[in-house]
């Protein structure tokens, strides 16, 4: 079964420090996707990325940045120089591909993230 | 940039009456998702639903759960009884792909007295 865990359930830092978020996965499928969603104080899921597990190359966009390892099951979350604005509840979540008709995601336990001025 | 839409944003009901919560998924998307947060904790999956069927649902998605397309565009959950524990923000979501980035709406959060 697929699990995600997510072991920092509350980080605190002060604007422009960098922070990352862990999140570690298990599956038994050998093609599957990860994700990243921030959840703000509003309360919508807003996507941020997906990378499917054949491609480990790290991602990096603006401030954000992503490390995924597959030799440690690990897809990590990087904040670069963090603002106010980035305060949220941040989730993982993974879609394995073994079942085809339409994949459900399972999300880890989130991260608040809050970011002092 | 198109988006998922729900309504209503919030819903209180009494225990033991249905509710019915409305979602317009992306207008190309062919999966659609309904999922659950209760306040504070983790997004949990109640059901995927692709060419007019259910294609997988969880333990927490049982009788008392249904989902519908009425129409083109709307998706539907229906809670036929509710419970106090079914108090929760109810997300929906559609894709475009199976395994394609689920685009999620704005929540209904949903409280039964």
């Known amino acids: 079964a697929q699990k995600v865990t997510q072991a920092q359930t509350e980080i605190s830092v002060v604007e422009k420090e960098d922070v990352t978020l862990d999140c570690v996965y298990e599956?038994?499928?050998?093609?599957?996707?990860l994700f990243w969603y921030k959840q703000p104080p509003s309360g919508e899921l807003v996507f941020l990325i997906r990378r499917n597990s054949f491609d480990e190359q790290n991602e990096i966009s603006g401030r954000y940045s992503w490390n995924f390892q597959k030799s440690t099951s690990s897809f990590n979350f990087t904040i670069t120089a963090s603002q106010v604005v980035d305060s949220a509840v941040y989730f993982c979540a993974l879609s394995e591909t073994s079942n085809n008709a339409g994949n459900m995601l399972t999300f880890g336990g989130g991260t608040r993230l809050m970011v002092k001025p | 940039e198109p988006e998922v839409t729900q309504t209503p944003s919030h819903q209180v009901t009494q225990m033991g009456q249905e509710v019915i919560l409305r979602c317009v998924p992306i207008?190309?998307?062919?999966?659609f998702y309904w999922y659950r947060q209760i306040l504070g904790q983790k997004v949990e999956f109640l059901v995927s639903f692709y060419n007019n069927e259910i294609s997988e649902k969880s333990e927490i998605f049982d009788d008392q759960f249904s989902v519908e397309r009425p129409d083109g565009s709307n998706f539907t959950l229906k809670i036929r009884s509710t419970k106090l524990e079914d108090s929760a923000m109810y997300f929906c979501?559609?894709?475009?792909?199976?395994?394609?980035?689920?685009?999620f709406g704005p929540g209904t959060r949903l409280l039964v007295l």
């Open positions: 979501a559609s894709s475009p792909l199976t395994s394609g980035t689920q685009y």
């Open positions: 599956t038994r499928d050998t093609t599957y996707y």
């Open positions: 207008s190309n998307h062919l999966y």
